[in-house]
C-alpha cells in the first residue's frame, strides 16, 4: 500500500480540501512512479516530488493484536534535506517531516509561511533542530519525541503531542495544557494516524481556523483514519470529520422517565 509520512499527510490535507504540493523524493526503481501517480490520483501536486537513483523507501508493518513491529528500509528517504525555502514561500503552511535537516532548514528559512515541524524521536536530536524550532509556527510530535524536546520547547513555543487514540495535548506557552479526547473508533490498523493527524491539522490552521478548534478536528481525522488497513485507506473528507466531531463533542443526554 502507498505511505510516507509527507505523503500521508499530503493526501489527509488534499482530501479534506486544500491544495497541496508534496515535496519528497522516490527511487527509480519499479515503486517511484507508482508512489507518485498514487498521491497524484488523490489530488496532490507532485511536480516537486524527485525520482533519485535507488530504492524507494519502504517499511514492512506487522500487526499482531495490539503489537505492531515496522521494518524500515529508507532507501533514498536520506537524501530529502536539500529543500529551497524559496520553493514554498506562497504556501499558508508547510509541514515539514521526516528529516531533520529539512526541518532546521525549513525552520530558519524565514519564507513568511506558517511552517508546522513534524519532529519524532528519530530525529529530535539533530543537531541545531532545538533552536530552529523556535522560529517555526508549530511543532508536531508524539510522546516519545515530547520527551524528548520538551526541555527545549516547553514555555518557549506551542507544541501540540499526539497520543494515539488518547487524543492530543496542547503545551503552549503561559497556559495550562489544553487535552483534546480522541475519537471513538473501532480501529482495524492505526498506520498513519499521526501523519493524518498533522495533514488535517495543517489543513484545519489554513482555513482559519484557532489551533484548538483544528486540533479536535484533527483528532477527529486521525481516529477515522484507522477504519481499514493502510495510512491512506480511509482518510476522511471534510463532512464526516466535522461530523464525528460534532458526535464527540455533544454533551450526554439522560434517559427519558420511564
Sequence with gaps: LPGGTGANAAVAAAVLGSQVTLYSAVGTDHLGDWL???VA????GTAQVRKLAGAST??????????????VDPGVAGRIADIEPGQFAAADVVYVTGSGEAVRRA??????ARVVAGVEAGIAGHEGLAGALRQ???VITNSAGWALISGQTAGVM???????????VIHAPGRPDERVPGLAVEAADATGAGDCFAGA????????????????????AAGLSTRAVGAQTALPAD???REAAARQNAPARSGEPG
Design 58 to 71: 519502504q517499511a514492512t508493518i506487522v500487526i499482531d493484536g495490539d503489537a505492531r513491529q515496522v521494518i
Design 201 to 220: 491539522l495543517c489543513h484545519y490552521l489554513a482555513s482559519g481556523l484557532e489551533l484548538a478548534a483544528a486540533a479536535r478536528l484533527a483528532v477527529a
Design 107 to 112: 525552520a530558519e528559512s524565514g519564507t513568511g
Design 41 to 44: 490520483s488523490r489530488g496532490v
Design 136 to 138: 517555526a509556527h508549530l
Design 158 to 168: 506551542t507544541v501540540v503531542e499526539t497520543r494515539g487514540r488518547e487524543g492530543a
Design 239 to 241: 463532512g464526516e470529520v
Design 36 to 38: 507518485i501517480e498514487s
